[in-house]
């Protein structure tokens, strides 16, 4: 188990805890994904392995590095504070160091239904991708609690979705 996380179990649907509790409980694990959309010979990473692990969790962020045959896609880091959620994309150089194209992202503007987290892209986002578009990036589990999907739009229209299927936990 990874330093910082401790087991639990998921919450059966029909209730309702906080996003941010559903995905805590899932610190220490490797999740299994897949490339929902683009489908098809379109589809990124065809063929690669995908797996999202969820490190380094505390009261305050949660780590979530998405993995592309073996090497970090980018870490998702969901942050909670007294106005609701973050999430921010980190990017890092082969070397390790920030690269420049980095911490991106958006903050939520709805309350946590359990379910669904709306991510609209912030100043800092619109400044560094340009604000003559619409960045959103979404966090969301399906009714039974199987499936945490990663998505991101563009002007309103898909542009990625990664489905991690949580039934395939693995511990660390």
């Not at 690269?99 to 379910?115: C, I, M, Q, V, W």
């Amino acid at each position: 188990m990874l330093p910082g996380c401790s087991p639990g179990k998921l919450v059966a649907a029909g209730s309702t805890p906080s996003f941010y509790k559903q995905i805590r409980l899932l610190c220490g694990k490797r999740i299994t994904g897949e490339v929902l959309y683009p489908a098809g010979a379109e589809a990124p990473f065809r063929g690669m392995d995908i797996w999202l692990e969820v490190t380094q969790c505390n009261d305050r962020e949660i780590r979530m590095p998405i993995y592309i045959d073996h090497k970090i896609y980018r870490t998702l880091i969901l942050g909670r504070d007294e106005n609701g959620y973050s999430l921010r994309h980190e990017n890092k150089r082969p070397n390790g160091t920030q690269a420049d194209f980095s911490l991106y992202g958006g903050h939520t503007t709805e309350p946590d239904t359990g379910y669904l987290l709306v991510f609209p892209a912030d100043g800092y986002t619109k400044q560094l991708m340009g604000p003559e578009m619409n960045y959103v990036w979404s966090l969301a589990f399906d009714n039974e609690r199987t499936t945490l999907s990663y998505m991101a739009e563009v002007d309103g229209k898909l542009n990625l979705q990664l489905d991690f299927n949580l039934t395939s936990q693995v511990a660390q």
